[in-house]
Each structure stands twice: as structure tokens, then as C-alpha cells.
């Protein structure tokens, strides 16, 4: 009957989620989390083999669609200034997180967490204010730091299977020797399309019968994380780079985002989000110690990327740095991602964990409201 139970309840969850997002006014995934955490704390939702694969294929999943917003031969077309300033923005971002974590006395996660930028909700952003400078900013820096983070996280979770040891540094070693392979195969396919361009329109021909753009997609999917699975390391990377490769390689089919998108956050990611809010008590919500670790990780990351963003003082207005600062305060699922490597792994307890949790949620809630009125003002 649990198994049963279980598959009604997420059913039911998948069918009212966008409807509740939509009356909140809402991003579904904060829906998502809110709805899991509401389920979990009343006790409909139990431990379940089958709920947790789900979970974790919804965000290897999740990271292959984030990958996918990454068009590599377009990063390398940034211009030199443009690529040195956000470069110097990410290191400030790091320096100032290692600075304010020791001075606070705060465990070293926080130097990981910190410090993570994604571009995922970005894009829910760039749809509600349309293009401005300030955005395309955030994205493409938000892009260079999202390949930092996903880096990041690769090497601790590295730190959290294997321990400090000869052992992570063969897997560190590893980790850069196969980046270096992704760059040489990057610019072999990307010579081999030039010299013999026909190839990727028969790979991916206008006239798709048989599905092929899918196939091929869930193929490479696949193929890298038993690639990374193989080598011993976070398999997340593996996703991110697989969707990289299709949107560097196969951009001639614009319509191929929209295929795989449904599939993802119309099923899997949700699931994800819903076993991520199932983890978290709302009893926590009460808890000072939890209020306290969740303010400070609030407070920090928005004070670290405001002062970060000076950087942009010349190029962007007072009104466009906090706008541009406020839409990169959004790192949903690296955090949650991080924290629930960092729990597993014994790294942090379960205060910590729902604190990252709940911060993770308030900080898309807060950073959205603040774009909405900011942007507003003349």
C-alpha cells in the first residue's frame, strides 16, 4: 500500500503543481519543494527505493537541460573584456566568501556554497523583463559561473567519497586529463562539422521520422555518466557536458530544447524537487538555530555578489548592479544539490541541511520580489 500511496500522491502533485504556481505567483519549482515538504512533514511520504532513482535521474537531468543553456563555440565569442571582468567577478566572489567564513568562524561548506552560480532561473527572469544589459550580463557571466560551480562540485564530491588523500588527487588528476580530452573533442567535432557540415543534418535531419534528435540527446545522456561512473567521478559533470555538446553541435535545431524540456520539468525534475522538499521538516521552520544558519547564508551571498558586482561600476547603473547581483542570488539546485551530497556524506547535520534547504527557497523568493519591484522604478 506505501509504494501505491506514493505513486497517487505525486501523481496528484505533478496535476496541481503549475496551477498553484500560477495563483501564487510563483517559480513551480519553490511550488515543488513547498508541496514536498508539506507532504513529508505530515508523514505521506515514506522511504522509497524507486522515489529516490527517480530523484536523482530528475536532476542529472535537470544539469543535462542547464548544460544545454551553454553554447561553447558562443562562450569563446565573448568579448575579452567582458570575459576578464566576470572572470575577476567569480574570483572576488570566492575571496570574499573565504574571508567572511573565516572571520564568522563558519564551516568550510560554506565556502562551497557561497560562492555557486547557475543561469537555470535566469532564463524565468530574462521572460518577465525582457532584454536588457543588466540580464545579458547575468546570463553570460552566470554561464561562466556555472561551469566553475559545476567544477566545484564535482571536486568535493570527490572530497566527501574518497576522503583527503592520494586517492582524490588520482581523482582530481583524472578529472582535468578528461576536460582536456572534452576541449581536444570539442574542436575535433567542431572541425569535423566545418570540413563535412552535412553530417549533423543527417544526425539531426529536418525531417525527423524516428526521432532521432532524441535519441541521440538520451544517448550522449547516458553515455556520460556511465562515462563518469567508470571513472569514479560526480556524475553531474557528465550531464552538464553531455548537454553542452548537443547545443554547441546541433544548434541548427532550435526546436530540440523544447522536446527534451517537457519530459524533464513536466515529470523527472519535478520529482526531484518533490523528493527534495519531502526531506525537509517544516518543524525546522521554528527552529532558531536553522533561522540563524539560513540568515546568514542570505545575508552573505547577497552581500558577496553586490560587492562583487562593483566591478561592472562602469558599465552598469547603480540600479543594474543590485538587479544584476539580486538574479545571480539564485543557485536553487547547485546549493541543494551540494548540501545533499554534504549530508550523505556525513559532512554537515541535519541543521545545516534544512537551513541550505530553506535558504535555497527564500533566496529564489526574495531575489524575485526584488527584481520585480527594482525593475519597476524608473
Given at each position: ?5 506514493l ?8 496535476l ?14 519553490v511550488?515543488?519543494?513547498l ?5 513529508g ?19 542529472l ?32 566572489l ?10 564568522l568562524?563558519l564551516?568550510?561548506?560554506f565556502?562551497v556554497?557561497?560562492?555557486m552560480l ?20 547575468a ?5 561562466l559561473?556555472?561551469?566553475?560551480s ?25 578529472l ?9 573533442g ?7 562539422f ?10 539531426m535531419?529536418?525531417d525527423d ?9 538520451f544517448?550522449?545522456?547516458?553515455l ?6 567508470f571513472?569514479?567521478?560526480?556524475v ?5 557536458v ?7 553541435f ?7 530544447e523544447?522536446?527534451?524540456s517537457?519530459?524533464g ?7 526531484f524537487?518533490i523528493h527534495v ?6 518543524k525546522y521552520?521554528f527552529?532558531?538555530?536553522v533561522?540563524?544558519i ?20 562602469k558599465?552598469l ?8 547581483s539580486l ?36 533566496e ?12 519597476k522604478?524608473?
Amino acid at each position: 500500500m506505501g509504494e501505491l500511496q506514493l505513486i497517487i500522491i505525486i501523481s496528484i502533485l505533478l496535476l496541481i503543481a503549475p496551477f498553484i504556481s500560477n495563483l501564487l505567483k510563483l517559480p513551480i519549482a519553490v511550488v515543488e519543494i513547498l508541496m514536498g515538504s508539506i507532504i513529508g512533514s505530515v508523514g505521506l511520504v515514506h522511504d522509497s527505493h524507486l522515489f529516490e532513482l527517480l530523484a536523482e535521474v530528475g536532476f542529472l537531468y535537470l544539469m543535462f537541460l542547464a548544460g544545454m543553456e551553454v553554447n561553447l563555440k558562443e562562450l569563446l565569442k565573448i568579448d575579452k573584456k567582458i570575459f576578464l571582468l566576470g572572470g575577476s567577478f567569480i574570483f572576488l566572489l570566492y575571496i570574499l566568501t573565504i574571508l567572511s567564513t573565516k572571520f564568522l568562524g563558519l564551516s568550510k561548506i560554506f565556502i562551497v556554497i557561497l560562492p555557486m552560480l547557475s543561469v537555470g532561473l535566469i532564463v524565468s527572469v530574462q521572460k518577465e523583463v525582457g532584454k536588457t544589459k543588466w540580464i545579458e550580463f547575468a546570463m553570460t557571466i552566470g554561464v561562466l559561473g556555472e561551469l566553475v560551480s559545476i567544477l566545484v562540485l564535482t571536486i568535493i564530491s570527490g572530497v566527501f567519497t574518497l576522503g583527503v588523500g592520494i586517492e582524490l588527487y588520482k581523482s582530481i588528476f583524472t578529472l582535468f586529463l578528461l576536460i582536456g580530452i572534452f576541449i581536444l573533442g570539442f574542436y575535433g567535432l567542431k572541425t569535423l562539422f566545418w570540413w563535412f557540415p552535412t553530417i549533423r543534418h543527417y544526425m539531426m535531419p529536418d525531417d525527423d521520422k524516428y526521432n532521432q534528435d532524441i535519441r541521440i540527446s538520451f544517448a550522449l545522456f547516458f553515455l556520460m555518466i556511465a562515462v563518469m561512473l567508470f571513472l569514479h567521478l560526480d556524475v553531474v559533470l557528465g550531464a552538464f557536458v553531455a548537454g553542452m555538446f548537443i547545443k554547441s553541435f546541433f544548434e541548427h535545431n532550435i526546436e530540440l530544447e523544447h522536446k527534451l524540456s517537457p519530459f524533464g520539468f513536466g515529470f523527472l525534475i519535478t520529482i526531484f524537487f518533490i523528493h527534495v522538499g519531502s526531506t525537509f521538516n517544516l518543524k525546522y521552520l521554528f527552529n532558531i538555530e536553522v533561522l540563524k544558519i539560513t540568515f546568514i547564508v542570505i545575508s552573505l551571498m547577497l552581500a558577496i555578489r553586490i560587492i562583487s558586482s562593483l566591478i561592472f561600476i562602469k558599465i552598469l547603473s547603480k540600479k543594474g548592479i543590485l538587479l544584476f547581483s539580486l538574479s545571480l542570488s539564485m543557485p536553487l539546485t547547485l546549493l541543494i544539490a551540494t548540501a545533499t551530497l554534504a549530508y550523505q556524506a556525513k559532512s554537515i547535520d541535519l541543521i545545516h541541511y534544512n537551513s541550505f534547504v530553506l535558504a535555497s527557497i527564500l533566496e529564489v523568493l526574495i531575489s524575485m520580489i526584488g527584481i520585480k519591484l527594482i525593475n519597476k522604478k524608473n
